[in-house]
């Protein structure tokens, strides 16, 4: 048995395809000039071939030549063989030109009301057969997780301080004021007097945990106290969907990228702050030495949506 394994094993494509046009032309003169070679290299060839696999495939005669019982059954079959080969060939090439396979996306909250679902549109378009998985996740999880190659790529707020991930900025937008009372329109946002963060100075704050969003949380901080006093925290959440549904109930009030204000939520309005608001960056990370073609055009797709839709009341 572990001879023969080593027999078939010698068996190479151009064997195939030399006995391809052998078994079509039944002639070892024709076949070889349509393989541009002369005929006793093709005859030691085919030769080879029979002795790779144990069996006659030619009956020789003056005038040209037979196919035997299992030269037959190779010729009904090799034709599949080249079939699936050129298949082969082209996924092989479509994944390297990146259009298809399949590709891992981490994202914080705001990214989903931001530039993430137009970038998604735009790349399915352009890459139909390539698999997004998606899945929301904190800033420093993605960044775990993009170093252990688990994650493809991710919206990330900075700062990205691992030597091994590549990061490149998105956009930045300013941070508003969540508030609990009757929703109105988002487009009322700019419409609105701004609220001055000296008067929600008795509001307890809800806010994500330092170590998930240690920007944000320190800007937000930073913030409230520029406006003379320093909050008190009523609850630290790490979804944005949980900290605005906190603010509809009562708990707090929050500061929130700008473009949350697209989270509609009954009990939550949205207000410019009057103080001069820090600006919140996000952006794309990925594992450097993991680059390649289905990452550049995810990233293109991104910067394409962003140009098309800038962050709100950026």
Known sequence: MMEKRSALGRVELRHLRYFATVARELHFGR????????????????????????????????RGVELTAAGALLRDEVQGVFDRVNELLLRVRARAAGQTGSLRVGFVTPAAYGPMPEALALFRDACPDVELVLREMTTDAQLEE??????????????????DLAYEPLLSEPLILAMPGEGRARDDLEQAVPVSLRT???????????????????????????????PSIAQQAIEMQTIVSLVAAGIGIAIVPSSVRRMARHGVRYRRIRERSARIEMGLGWLASRDSSLLRRFRAAVHAAVARDPAPGS
């Open 200 to 230: 929600m100075r008795d509001r307890p704050l809800v806010i994500f945990p330092r170590r998930h969003a240690p920007l944000l949380y320190d800007s937000i901080i930073a913030l409230c106290q520029r406006a003379g006093y320093t």
């Open 31 to 62: 076949a070889a000039r349509l393989l541009n070679m002369s005929q006793p290299p093709l005859s030691v060839q085919i030769r080879r071939l029979e002795e790779h696999l144990g069996v006659q495939l030619f009956v020789r005669a003056s």
């Open 146 to 163: 993009l170093g252990q190659g688990s994650l493809d790529i991710g919206f990330v707020l900075p700062p990205v301080q691992r030597p």
